[in-house]
Protein backbone atom coordinates (compact mmCIF):
# COMPACT_ATOMS: atom_id res chain seq x y z
CA UNK A 1 0.00 0.00 0.00
CA UNK A 2 1.05 3.83 -0.67
CA UNK A 3 1.14 6.79 1.14
CA UNK A 4 -1.74 8.13 -0.78
CA UNK A 5 -3.93 4.86 -0.31
CA UNK A 6 -2.60 5.05 3.73
CA UNK A 7 -4.10 8.29 4.17
CA UNK A 8 -6.88 7.90 2.23
CA UNK A 9 -7.83 4.86 4.19
CA UNK A 10 -6.69 6.88 7.48
CA UNK A 11 -9.31 9.11 6.69
CA UNK A 12 -12.10 6.63 5.83
CA UNK A 13 -11.54 5.18 9.21
CA UNK A 14 -11.67 8.30 11.09
CA UNK A 15 -15.12 9.29 9.38
CA UNK A 16 -16.67 5.94 10.15
CA UNK A 17 -15.59 5.38 13.55
CA UNK A 18 -17.73 5.69 16.59
CA UNK A 19 -15.06 6.15 19.07
CA UNK A 20 -11.75 8.06 18.90
CA UNK A 21 -9.01 6.31 17.46
CA UNK A 22 -5.57 5.94 18.88
CA UNK A 23 -2.30 6.52 16.82
CA UNK A 24 -1.36 3.01 18.58
CA UNK A 25 -4.49 1.24 17.05
CA UNK A 26 -4.14 2.95 13.44
CA UNK A 27 -0.58 2.07 13.66
CA UNK A 28 -1.52 -0.96 13.80
CA UNK A 29 -4.13 -1.34 11.61
CA UNK A 30 -1.98 -0.21 8.90
CA UNK A 31 1.28 -1.70 9.70
CA UNK A 32 3.43 1.32 10.23
CA UNK A 33 4.72 3.28 12.92
CA UNK A 34 3.04 5.55 15.13
CA UNK A 35 4.93 8.42 14.19
CA UNK A 36 4.07 8.25 10.60
CA UNK A 37 0.36 8.02 11.46
CA UNK A 38 0.88 11.60 13.06
CA UNK A 39 2.59 12.40 9.64
CA UNK A 40 -0.39 11.39 7.66
CA UNK A 41 -2.98 13.34 10.24
CA UNK A 42 -0.32 16.32 9.65
CA UNK A 43 -0.93 15.94 6.41
CA UNK A 44 -4.35 15.61 5.97
CA UNK A 45 -5.16 18.37 8.37
CA UNK A 46 -2.97 20.52 6.27
CA UNK A 47 -5.15 19.97 3.41
CA UNK A 48 -8.50 21.15 4.78
CA UNK A 49 -9.50 18.37 6.76
CA UNK A 50 -10.66 18.93 10.64
CA UNK A 51 -8.97 15.87 13.01
CA UNK A 52 -8.84 16.48 16.51
CA UNK A 53 -6.57 14.83 18.81
CA UNK A 54 -7.68 14.09 21.68
CA UNK A 55 -6.74 12.51 25.09
CA UNK A 56 -8.84 9.48 24.07
CA UNK A 57 -7.55 9.40 20.38
CA UNK A 58 -7.91 10.67 16.70
CA UNK A 59 -11.73 11.79 15.92
CA UNK A 60 -13.66 14.00 13.41
CA UNK A 61 -16.41 16.42 13.85
CA UNK A 62 -19.86 15.12 13.91
CA UNK A 63 -22.08 16.39 10.99
CA UNK A 64 -24.52 17.75 13.00
CA UNK A 65 -23.99 20.04 15.88
CA UNK A 66 -25.81 19.88 18.98
CA UNK A 67 -27.00 23.19 18.56
CA UNK A 68 -25.85 26.17 20.28
CA UNK A 69 -22.25 26.80 20.72
CA UNK A 70 -20.74 28.85 23.79
CA UNK A 71 -17.28 30.03 25.32
CA UNK A 72 -17.60 29.62 29.22
CA UNK A 73 -14.92 31.40 30.88
CA UNK A 74 -14.21 29.64 34.29
CA UNK A 75 -11.62 30.15 37.17
CA UNK A 76 -10.83 27.08 39.43
CA UNK A 77 -8.02 25.27 41.12
CA UNK A 78 -7.72 21.42 39.85
CA UNK A 79 -9.43 20.23 42.62
CA UNK A 80 -12.30 21.19 40.94
CA UNK A 81 -11.66 20.62 37.21
CA UNK A 82 -13.48 17.28 37.28
CA UNK A 83 -16.97 18.87 38.70
CA UNK A 84 -16.57 21.58 36.36
CA UNK A 85 -16.53 18.95 33.32
CA UNK A 86 -19.55 16.65 35.25
CA UNK A 87 -21.50 19.51 35.43
CA UNK A 88 -21.38 20.46 31.19
CA UNK A 89 -21.72 16.99 30.21
CA UNK A 90 -24.41 15.84 33.23
CA UNK A 91 -26.34 19.17 32.01
CA UNK A 92 -26.43 17.60 28.49
CA UNK A 93 -23.41 19.88 27.14
CA UNK A 94 -20.33 18.71 25.03
CA UNK A 95 -17.08 19.91 25.70
CA UNK A 96 -14.99 20.51 22.46
CA UNK A 97 -12.00 22.29 24.21
CA UNK A 98 -9.89 23.82 26.88
CA UNK A 99 -8.28 27.10 25.70
CA UNK A 100 -5.68 28.89 28.10
CA UNK A 101 -3.75 32.37 26.90
CA UNK A 102 -0.46 32.38 27.59
CA UNK A 103 1.59 35.12 27.82
CA UNK A 104 4.42 34.26 25.68
CA UNK A 105 2.64 32.03 22.78
CA UNK A 106 -0.60 33.22 22.99
CA UNK A 107 -3.65 30.94 22.55
CA UNK A 108 -3.04 27.59 23.48
CA UNK A 109 -5.91 25.17 22.86
CA UNK A 110 -6.84 21.59 23.13
CA UNK A 111 -9.30 19.28 22.09
CA UNK A 112 -11.45 17.32 24.82
CA UNK A 113 -14.44 16.08 22.94
CA UNK A 114 -16.46 15.27 26.24
CA UNK A 115 -19.67 14.28 26.04
CA UNK A 116 -20.38 12.00 28.99
CA UNK A 117 -19.86 11.29 32.27
CA UNK A 118 -17.55 7.99 31.18
CA UNK A 119 -15.61 10.44 28.59
CA UNK A 120 -14.91 12.53 31.95
CA UNK A 121 -13.77 9.69 33.63
CA UNK A 122 -11.29 8.09 30.80
CA UNK A 123 -9.73 12.05 30.60
CA UNK A 124 -9.25 12.17 34.45
CA UNK A 125 -7.73 8.25 34.75
CA UNK A 126 -5.53 9.49 31.85
CA UNK A 127 -4.41 13.08 33.58
CA UNK A 128 -3.78 10.24 36.49
CA UNK A 129 -1.68 8.06 34.66
CA UNK A 130 0.52 10.35 32.96
CA UNK A 131 0.65 12.66 36.02
CA UNK A 132 -0.30 15.68 33.55
CA UNK A 133 -1.14 18.92 34.95
CA UNK A 134 -4.54 21.26 33.82
CA UNK A 135 -3.35 23.78 30.92
CA UNK A 136 -5.38 25.95 33.33
CA UNK A 137 -2.10 25.82 36.02
CA UNK A 138 -0.12 28.43 33.74
CA UNK A 139 -2.97 30.87 33.73
CA UNK A 140 -3.77 30.56 37.49
CA UNK A 141 -6.41 28.54 36.87
CA UNK A 142 -8.45 31.14 34.50
CA UNK A 143 -9.35 29.09 31.19
CA UNK A 144 -12.20 29.09 28.52
CA UNK A 145 -13.80 25.72 27.60
CA UNK A 146 -15.93 26.01 24.42
CA UNK A 147 -19.36 24.05 24.69
CA UNK A 148 -22.05 23.00 22.52
CA UNK A 149 -25.57 22.31 24.18
CA UNK A 150 -28.51 21.43 22.35
CA UNK A 151 -30.85 24.77 23.59
CA UNK A 152 -30.63 28.28 25.38
CA UNK A 153 -32.47 26.45 28.61
CA UNK A 154 -29.55 24.06 28.87
CA UNK A 155 -26.74 26.72 28.43
CA UNK A 156 -28.63 28.48 31.01
CA UNK A 157 -28.61 25.53 33.28
CA UNK A 158 -25.12 24.94 33.15
CA UNK A 159 -24.32 28.00 33.83
CA UNK A 160 -26.01 28.59 37.29
CA UNK A 161 -24.81 25.38 38.42
CA UNK A 162 -21.16 26.43 37.28
CA UNK A 163 -21.95 29.40 39.14
CA UNK A 164 -23.20 27.97 41.99
CA UNK A 165 -20.06 25.93 42.13
CA UNK A 166 -17.40 28.89 42.55
CA UNK A 167 -16.41 27.61 38.86
CA UNK A 168 -17.77 30.58 36.19
CA UNK A 169 -16.21 33.74 35.72
CA UNK A 170 -18.58 36.86 35.79
CA UNK A 171 -19.48 37.30 32.31
Known amino acids: MDTQERRRLLLDSLRT ?16 SRQIIVGDI ?14 RGYVMPQEESLGLVAILACKHDDKLMRRE ?7 GGHVRDVIVEHPLYGEIRADLMLSTRHDVDVFQQQMTECDGKP ?23 IRNQLQEAGILCNQ
Open 135 to 157: LSLITEGVHLHTIEVPEQEVLDR
Open 85 to 91: LEIIVDN
Open 42 to 55: SVIRAGGVTIYATP
Open 17 to 32: ANKPLTGAFLSKKFNV
